[in-house]
């Protein structure tokens, strides 16, 4: 390989890794939450905080008897637009459960990073089951929606039936999220097929 290609493709590599880096690292802070007296005393450890493999993504998404619509977020406590629209999902969580929304977070973060994800689902006042992604990073994807880059954050809207109906990548805010997840909401209950 000549010198000028390899040299190129360095460059390209650098662009690259700067560009997926940048796309996680804003410079504004996330905005500051009001928690509840509920979500100030829960404790990281009492979470349930569990693994989920591209085999069981799926499984996770369909186990939500009852639901109308299940919204995925696949975040990461490092990446800022994560951070950011965080606070916007478990609003429209609380919100929107009694029409049937069920919300799932699945945490991107690296083994060593779970005890910051879980310290930081606390500060939010996640109080339903969690989970961190464990596996190849490509089967997950495809496993959620093969379009899906693997940008964080990745959000998902399936329906009853854990049809994919939306998704995108970047953060939201919770007008956006609202927009996306009403239409799903109001889809007319399937028969079931068992």
């Known amino acids: 390989m000549s010198r000028r290609l390899s040299l190129a493709l360095r460059v390209l590599a650098i662009a690259f890794l700067g560009f997926t880096i940048g796309a996680c690292a804003e410079k504004k802070d996330p905005p500051a939450v009001a928690q509840s007296e509920d979500a100030a005393a829960l404790d990281p450890a009492a979470l ?14 369909s186990a939500n008897a009852g639901a109308k619509g299940t ?10 637009p994560c951070r950011y629209e965080f606070p916007e999902i478990v609003k429209l969580a609380r919100a929107y459960e ?4 069920h919300v799932v977070f699945v945490s991107a973060d690296f083994t060593e990073d ?3 994800a879980r310290n930081f689902l606390a500060e939010q006042g ?10 190849d990073d490509q089967a997950f994807i495809n496993a959620l929606d093969p379009k899906w880059s693997g940008a964080l954050p990745g959000t998902f809207v399936f329906d009853a039936h854990g049809v994919l109906r939306d998704s995108w990548e970047g953060k939201a805010t919770y007008a956006a999220f609202e927009k996306r997840v009403r239409p799903v909401l109001s889809l007319p209950a399937l028969p079931d097929s068992t």
């Open 48 to 61: 349930k905080f569990a693994a989920v493999s591209p085999d069981s993504i799926r499984r996770v998404i």
């Open 71 to 80: 919204l995925v977020n696949v975040w990461a406590s490092w990446c800022q």
């Open 98 to 101: 009694a029409q049937g929304l």
């Open 114 to 116: 779970l005890p910051n």
């Open 126 to 135: 996640v109080d339903w089951p969690t989970y961190y992604k464990t596996g």
